[in-house]
């Protein structure tokens, strides 16, 4: 028997401002696996903290969320307002 996974499992993280990272990771919570995008900010002691602002759903929800998010950068990249450097 395998032992279960150690949460949170960090999947992404990037630069989103000054004193601000966005998070993406696996999360459990009462039983449940989750997924969580969230922006973390540096607290006063220089640590990242998570901040309001994000969203964590059920991980059932994930391959609706990776259609939507696909079909957003299309519609992006055919506007015009998103090209392949990603700075916009």
Do not use: C
């Not at 969580?36 to 309001?52: C, L």
């Not at 969203?55 to 090209?83: E, K, M, S, T």
């Amino acid at each position: 028997m395998s032992n279960p996974p150690a949460f949170p499992i960090s999947i992404a993280e990037w630069h989103k401002s000054a004193g601000h990272v966005v998070r993406v990771s696996l999360d459990e919570f009462k039983g449940q696996t989750y997924v969580n995008a969230r922006v973390w900010y540096t607290d006063a002691n220089g640590e990242f903290r998570p901040s309001k602002n994000g969203v964590g759903l059920a991980v059932r929800h994930l391959p609706d969320l990776i259609r939507a998010f696909q079909d957003a950068a299309g519609r992006a990249y055919a506007l015009g307002v998103l090209n392949d450097g990603g700075d916009q």
